[in-house]
């Protein structure tokens, strides 16, 4: 069961809080019937993202058996068949679809979100990963199309400053990505093609740009009236200084050994949870007593 839950890259749900963004911000976390349908869309979303993983690893299953790191994946290590991957893959999406039909959400984009969230990264692993830029937007649209998700769950919209914090944070996270893959990776035929495409000085200073242009928009979110109004409190703009903390100890941790993966180094640093478990605490009080 563990070279299944490998497989699935359980881990890598965390991303999946986005969707609880609009609930969170809305003020309506404590909505049962609303909690029920996010939750429901949370585990449409896992599931969908794990068929994702899976369809990629098979692609990709022989350039990973000559890579140092991704040889240890249950695919490419003979762990996993291909054939009970694809099964695997197959199951996890018809599980995904019936989850969200479940939901029951007052959307019918509900229904559009996830298919392109499917189609986008199918394309991406067969080849739009090779095209610069490109691979960076897909990966980029994956975190927004959560946030698009949790809103039409909900029924909840958020602010347009939020959508754009999330988008630059985005941008950062994948080109911190890129540019830790291109200092890691040696220049052999197993390196990501993309690679070739890009210099480490394009990446770092276009990195750090989306960096601060986060820090800026979730500055005017917080102090934007209708979020002061929505909340009712104007407090919020308090936690500035801690969102600006966490970026700078991702930022370190990045700078460290580190092939950028954003999941890897938020679990992979104690201080740097802490801080997002404070920031996370700190927003529940000041929306919700």
């Known amino acids: 069961m563990k070279k299944y839950l490998k497989l699935m890259r359980v881990k890598h749900y965390v991303k999946n ?24 869309g949370f585990a449409a979303f896992s599931l969908l993202s794990s068929a994702v993983y899976i369809v990629n690893d098979i692609r990709d299953v022989k350039s990973d058996r000559e890579h140092p790191t991704k040889r240890f994946r249950p695919i490419a290590s003979g762990e996993v ?3 009970a991957g694809i099964v695997l893959a197959c199951c996890l999406f018809a599980a995904a679809m ?10 019918w984009t509900v229904w559009l979100i996830l298919p392109l969230y499917f189609a986008l990264n199918i394309g991406y692993s067969l080849g739009l990963k090779d095209i610069p830029i490109i691979d960076i937007a897909i990966l980029v649209s994956g ?3 959560r946030v698009f998700y949790g809103s039409a769950l909900s029924g909840i919209e958020i602010s347009k400053w939020l959508y754009l914090t999330v988008i630059a944070m985005s941008f950062y996270l994948g080109l911190g990505k890129r540019r830790n893959e291109l200092d890691s990776q040696p220049d052999d035929e197993n390196r990501r093609k ?58 370190l941790k990045v700078e460290g050994n580190s092939d950028g993966d954003p999941v890897e180094v938020l679990l992979g640093d104690k201080m740097l949870l802490a801080l997002v478990a ?12």
């Not at 019936?98 to 959307?107: I, Q, T, V």
């Open 194 to 251: 993309v690679l070739r495409f890009y210099t480490y000085g394009f990446l770092d200073k276009n990195m750090y740009l989306c960096l601060a242009l986060t820090i800026a928009f979730y500055s005017l979110w917080s102090v934007d009236a209708v979020t002061v109004a929505r909340i009712n409190s104007s407090n919020i703009v308090w936690t500035v200084p801690l969102v600006i903390l966490i970026c700078m100890r991702y930022s």
């Open 143 to 145: 975190y927004l199309l």
């Open 17 to 40: 809080v986005l969707i609880f963004f609009p609930l969170l911000f809305g003020g309506q976390l404590f909505n049962g019937e609303l909690l029920v349908k996010v939750l429901l």
């Open 98 to 107: 019936a989850l969200n039909y479940f939901s029951f959400a007052p959307s």
């Open 278 to 289: 404070l920031l996370g605490v700190v927003m529940l009080a000041l929306i919700y007593l």
């Open 81 to 83: 068949s291909v054939r």
